[in-house]
C-alpha cells in the first residue's frame, strides 16, 4: 500500500518515526448481502488514494459483463479476490486490507454477508476493535444484521459504526436514516456495545465516506473516515494481569531453559515472582532473553523467552502468572460455542479443544441452550448445527489454565477442531470455570499414582472378568473398553492373547502354570493402575484364591470383581473357538468347566447374566457402575 | 501500552514461525532470497535465540534467477550457518525447459510449482514457511497465516479453515502439509521499514545502478546472461534502474530509479502510484493467474 499524503520526502527518518507510532485501529465491515462492505472499502481506499494505478488499469479486465457500467469503477473488484467471488458477485472469505492516514494505520476485514460463510465473518471479527455494520437504507434491519451485530458483541467487539449505506437511493431523506437508526438501536440495546455511531452515506458515490457530505446537510457528524481517524477505543483501563503463555521450551545446550511466548496480557520484569497455573509451583523470573540484548521488563504482545530462577516444569500448554493474580485452572466450564460445521455438534462426541499453546480431549457434557440470533431467546436444543450459536457446559481430559473471555480475550478462547477431519468445526468463548474450581489452586504435588489418574481425569481400577471360556468375558470387556476410551478415559485391556503370547510364553495349563498366569496378570495390573489407568482384565481364574490373590494387590476398593455367568451348555453351544468341541472329546486336558472346577465366585462386585442380554448393555451397566463409583468418591 | 507497529508486526510473526516449530515435526523455510525471504530468515534467527533455528531453509532454483541471488544465497549460509538445501527440477532441465523457450506459464509450471512439489515430497516436510504478505495481491489477501495444504499440494480458497485470534489449528491428515505465512500481516512499505531498522542485507539488485536491460512487453528485461536472445528491432541499452521483487531474471521487469540506498527506496515508495507485483509478468497472463498458481501449488 502506498503512503501519499504529501510527506516532505527529506525527512524520511522522521517520518517513519510518526508512522511506527501511529496507533492502529483493526475493523472489520458487516451486514447483509448487496449491502455494500466492499464497495465501501473500495471507496475508502481509492477516495484515500490508497489504490495503485496497475490495481485499477486490473478492474477493466475483471468482473463480469455488465457490471462496470460505463466510466465507473466496480469498486468491490478491488476486494473480491477470489475467481468464485468475481463470477457471483459475492464476498465468500475474509479479505484483509492494510491502509494508513496521517492520523492513523488500519487493518480492515471486509467479511462475507452470507450466513453459510459465517465462519469466515467470525475469523475477521476475532482480532476487530470496531465493527462497521452496513444497512441499505431502502432494506433496513435484515436478519444478517442481527446476526452479524450479535457475533460481533459475542466476539468482544464493543463499537460499532452503523453505515446506513445507499442513501442516495432514497434521496438522501432524514427520516429514513432516522427510522433506521431508531429500529436498530432498540434492537441491539440487549448486545452490550459501548459505543453505536450512525452515518448516512453512499458507498458507490463516497457521500459522508471521506468528507462530509454536500446532499445530507442535516447530518452534522464526522464522516465515516474522520471518525475511524478520531474513535477513542477504551480508555486504558487498570492493567491485566500478566497472562504468559509457554509456547515451547529452548533447551540449545544444558546450560540454557527458556520459556518461549508472546505475553499475552500484562508485564513481566527481572524478579518477579511467578507461578506455574497448572501445577502451582513458585519461582522468580532471572532474566528475559531476546536476539536483541536481554531486557528488564515485557509487556503486552512482546515475543520474549523467559529464564526462570528454579527449575520447573512448565510446558506448551501451561502458563506463567503472578502469584497473586492467577487464572481458572480446571477441566469444566461453561462456555459459549459457535459451531462452523456441516456436521453437527453433539454432546458427549470428544472433540481436541485448542487454546492458544494447549491441546486436550474434550467433549461439551451438556448443551445448555441455543440462542437465536433474531430473538436472542434461550431455546432448548439437542445438538448445535452449522452457523448456530450456544452455551454449554465442557469438560477436558486434563485441566486447562484459562481466564473468562470478557476479562481476557487471549487466554479466554479455544476452537474445537474434529478428530478425524481436522477440520476447525467451532469456537468457544468461556464464561467461568463449572464446580467453582476457581479458588482452588494446584499445590505441587509429586508424582504418585494421585497425580498421575488425577491428569488423566479418572480413577484407576482394575476390571477382574472371571467366567467360563465362551461365556463373553472378552466380548464385554471389548465393547466397555470401547465405551470408556470414546469417554476419553485411558485404559488397558489384558487378555489371553496379549498375555500368553508374551509375558506368558512359558506358561502351560498344568494347576501351576495357571496360578502363576494369574498372578502375573494380577502383577501387571497393580502396575498399571498404579499408572493411573482402568485396566480391564478378562480371564477364566477359575479359582477363588487366585482372584482373592488379586484383590489383596490392589488398594481398597480398586479392584471389580465381574462374573460373566453363562450356562455351561450355553457356552459350549456357543463354543466360539471350538474348544469345547475337543475338551468334550477328550482332547485338551484341564479344560474348565469339563475336566477342571470353575468356582464360582462369591462376592463379585457385579454379577451379569449373559442369556437374554445384549455386550453392549451389560457393557452399559458396568460403565453405570463406574460412574457411580466416581461420584461416590 | 500497545507496541510500536513495526515491534508489533516482528512479535506476531515470530509467535508464528515459533507455533510451526512446537507442532509440526519436519518444517522447512521456503527460502526465495527476496527481500521478504531475507526478513523471515531475520525473524526465524531472532525467534529461537539463543538456539539456531530448527528447520532447514529450502530454495527452489529455476536455475533462471539472477546471478547476484545465488551469490547472495550462498553467502549468507556461510555467514548465517543455517542449513541450506537447493532443490532444482531436473525433469524439467532434462527437458529444457525455460521461459524463452516455453513461455512463462509453462516454466513457472515446471520449475516453480512442479520442483516444490518435488522437494516437499522427497523430504517429508508437513510444514512449509514463506514470506508471502497479503497485500502483494488480492487472492493472497484471502489466505489464512495457516494455510492447509492437500496432499496434490492444492489450495481450496472454498475449504480455507477458519482462524481465529491467536489459536492456530495446526493439525494436519496423512500427506497434507501446512504453508505458513508469518509476514501475512505486513506491507511492502513495512517490509522496507523493518530492513532499514534491523539493518537486514538484501541482494543489491534492489539498489539502483547501471545494468543491461532490454524494453520487452512494456517491461525493461535485464540482461543477466548470454541465453537471452536479442530480438533484432531490440536494443541493449544501459540505463539506471532497480528491482522491486526478485524472481527469474527474465520474468522480472526493473524500474527505473535513482534509489540506491533502503531510505531512498523508502522515499521512492512514498510517491510509487503502481504495486509492486506489476514487475511480474506471471500475473499478468491471465486474470486471475495467481489464485490458479496458488490452486496448483504455487505460493
Known amino acids: ?633 | 501500552m500497545s507496541l510500536p507497529h513495526l515491534r508489533r508486526l516482528e512479535a506476531e510473526a515470530i509467535h508464528v514461525i515459533r507455533e510451526v516449530a512446537a507442532t509440526f515435526s519436519n518444517p522447512v523455510v521456503l527460502y526465495s532470497i527476496g527481500k521478504d525471504s531475507s526478513v523471515l530468515l531475520h525473524l526465524a534467527m531472532k525467534a529461537f535465540y539463543p538456539a539456531k533455528p530448527p528447520f532447514p531453509f529450502l530454495h527452489v532454483d529455476t536455475k533462471w534467477k539472477f546471478r547476484d541471488m545465488i551469490e547472495f544465497r550462498d553467502r549468507m549460509a556461510h555467514e548465517l550457518g543455517f542449513n541450506l538445501l537447493v532443490h532444482v527440477n531436473q525433469d524439467g532441465i532434462d527437458q529444457g525447459i525455460g521461459p524463452f523457450t516455453h513461455g512463462s506459464n509453462v516454466h513457472t509450471h515446471v520449475m516453480k510449482t512442479m520442483a516444490l512439489r518435488q522437494a516437499l515430497e522427497k523430504y517429508g516436510f508437513d510444514a512449509a514457511l514463506a514470506g508471502a504478505r497479503r497485500d502483494e495481491e488480492k487472492s493472497r489477501a484471502k489466505e489464512r497465516i495457516f494455510s492447509i495444504r492437500s496432499a496434490q499440494h492444492g489450495w481450496d480458497p472454498k475449504r480455507q479453515r477458519p482462524e481465529m485470534w491467536k489459536t492456530y489449528n495446526t493439525r494436519v491428515g496423512q500427506g497434507e502439509t501446512m504453508r505458513v505465512f508469518p509476514l501475512s500481516n505486513w506491507t511492502e512499505f513495512d517490509i522496507w521499514q523493518y530492513i532499514l531498522r534491523e539493518n537486514i542485507p538484501i541482494v543489491p539488485l534492489y539498489f539502483a545502478a547501471r545494468r543491461p536491460v532490454v524494453q520487452r512487453d512494456g517491461m525493461l528485461i535485464m540482461v543477466d546472461d548470454d541465453r537471452m536472445p536479442i530480438q533484432p528491432e531490440e536494443e541493449v541499452l544501459e540505463r539506471l534502474v532497480r528491482f522491486r521483487t526478485l524472481g527469474c531474471y527474465p520474468l522480472t521487469g526493473a524500474i527505473e530509479s535513482e534509489a540506491a540506498t533502503v531510505p531512498d527506496i523508502l522515499r521512492e515508495m512514498l510517491t510509487v502510484r503502481t504495486s509492486e507485483r506489476q514487475s511480474r509478468l506471471i500475473d499478468t497472463d491471465e486474470v486471475g493467474a495467481m489464485e490458479k498458481k496458488k490452486r496448483e501449488g504455487y505460493f
Open chain 1, 1 to 633: 500500500m502506498s503512503y501519499v499524503q504529501s510527506i516532505p520526502p527529506h525527512d524520511i527518518e522522521a517520518h517513519l518515526a510518526e508512522h511506527d507510532n501511529k496507533s492502529i485501529l483493526r475493523f472489520i465491515t458487516c451486514g447483509s448481502v448487496d449491502d455494500g462492505k466492499s464497495t465501501l472499502i473500495g471507496r475508502l481506499l481509492y477516495d484515500a488514494k490508497l489504490i495503485f494505478e496497475d490495481q485499477l488499469a486490473n478492474l477493466g479486465r475483471v468482473g463480469p459483463p455488465g457490471t462496470a457500467n460505463g466510466k465507473e469503477i466496480d469498486l468491490a473488484l478491488l476486494l473480491d479476490g477470489l475467481e468464485a467471488e468475481r463470477e457471483q458477485g459475492i464476498t465468500i472469505d475474509v479479505a484483509y486490507r492494510y491502509f494508513a492516514t496521517s492520523k492513523r494505520k488500519f487493518i480492515v476485514a471486509d467479511t462475507p454477508g452470507h450466513e453459510e460463510y459465517t465462519r469466515n465473518m467470525v475469523t475477521g471479527a476475532s482480532t476487530a476493535d470496531l465493527a462497521i455494520i452496513l444497512i441499505d437504507s431502502r432494506q433496513g434491519i435484515l436478519q444478517q444484521t442481527r446476526r452479524h451485530s450479535y457475533i460481533a458483541s459475542l466476539l468482544g467487539i464493543r463499537h460499532v459504526v452503523l453505515a446506513v449505506n445507499k442513501i442516495d437511493l432514497v434521496d438522501f431523506n432524514q427520516q429514513v436514516f432516522d427510522e433506521v437508526v431508531a429500529d436498530y438501536m432498540a434492537f441491539a440495546k440487549e448486545l452490550g456495545f459501548a459505543s453505536i455511531r450512525p452515518i448516512p452515506i453512499s458507498a458507490r458515490y463516497g457521500d459522508n465516506v471521506i468528507s462530509a457530505s454536500v446532499n445530507t446537510p442535516w447530518y452534522r457528524g464526522l464522516a465515516l473516515l474522520e471518525y475511524l481517524e478520531t474513535v477513542e477505543l477504551d480508555p486504558p483501563v487498570r492493567e491485566k494481569p500478566l497472562r504468559f503463555p509457554v509456547q515451547l521450551v529452548m533447551r540449545p545446550d544444558a546450560d540454557f531453559r527458556g520459556y518461549a511466548g508472546q505475553v499475552a496480557s500484562g508485564r513481566v520484569s527481572v524478579g518477579d515472582p511467578v507461578v506455574v497455573a497448572k501445577s502451582g509451583q513458585r519461582t522468580t523470573v532471572n532474566a528475559i532473553v531476546t536476539y536483541d540484548g536481554n531486557l528488564v521488563t515485557a509487556g503486552e504482545g512482546e515475543a520474549v523467552t523467559l529464564v526462570l530462577a528454579d527449575e520447573v516444569d512448565a510446558s506448551r500448554g501451561n502458563m506463567l502468572v503472578p502469584p497473586a493474580a492467577r487464572p481458572f485452572v480446571a477441566d469444566q466450564f461453561q462456555a459459549h460455542v459457535i459451531w462452523f460445521d456441516a456436521n453437527p455438534m453433539f454432546p458427549g462426541r470428544s472433540y481436541i479443544l485448542r487454546t492458544e499453546t494447549d491441546s486436550v480431549s474434550a467433549a461439551v457434557t451438556t448443551l445448555k441452550h441455543q440462542v437465536n440470533i433474531n430473538s436472542f431467546a434461550r431455546e432448548a436444543a439437542k445438538s448445535l448445527q452449522m452457523n448456530e450459536v450456544g452455551v454449554c457446559n465442557i469438560s477436558t481430559q486434563t485441566p486447562i489454565a484459562f481466564d473468562a473471555y470478557k476479562d481476557n480475550r487471549a487466554t479466554g478462547n479455544f476452537i474445537i477442531v474434529d478428530r478425524v477431519t481436522n477440520a476447525t468445526v467451532g469456537a468457544g468463548m468461556i464464561d467461568f470455570p463449572l464446580r467453582r474450581a476457581d479458588n482452588v489452586h494446584w499445590h505441587a504435588l509429586e508424582v504418585n499414582k494421585g497425580a498421575r489418574s488425577a491428569m488423566k481425569n479418572q480413577r484407576p481400577a482394575v476390571l477382574w472378568f472371571t467366567g467360563l471360556s465362551g461365556s463373553g468375558k472378552s466380548t464385554v470387556a471389548n465393547a466397555l473398553d470401547r465405551i470408556l476410551h470414546a469417554r476419553g478415559k485411558h485404559t488397558y485391556l489384558l487378555d489371553g492373547d496379549n498375555v500368553r503370547h508374551g509375558l506368558n510364553r512359558d506358561l502351560g495349563f498344568t494347576e501351576e502354570d495357571r496360578v502363576e498366569n494369574i498372578r502375573r496378570v494380577a502383577e501387571v495390573a497393580k502396575l498399571m493402575a498404579d499408572a493411573g489407568l482402568i485396566v480391564l482384565v478378562s480371564f477364566i481364574s477359575p479359582f477363588r484364591d487366585e482372584r482373592r490373590m488379586a484383590r489383596e494387590l490392589m488398594e481398597e476398593g480398586e479392584f471389580i470383581e465381574i462374573f460373566i455367568d453363562t450356562p455351561l451348555e450355553e457356552c459350549a453351544r456357543r463354543d466360539p473357538k471350538g474348544l469345547y468341541e475337543k475338551a468334550l472329546a477328550g482332547k485338551i486336558a484341564n479344560f474348565t468347566g469339563v475336566s477342571s472346577p470353575y468356582e464360582v465366585p462369591e462376592n463379585a462386585e457385579l454379577h451379569l447374566q449373559t442369556v437374554g442380554h445384549e455386550p453392549i448393555d451389560l457393557a452399559l451397566k458396568i460403565e453405570e457402575f463406574l460412574d457411580k463409583r466416581m461420584g461416590d468418591e
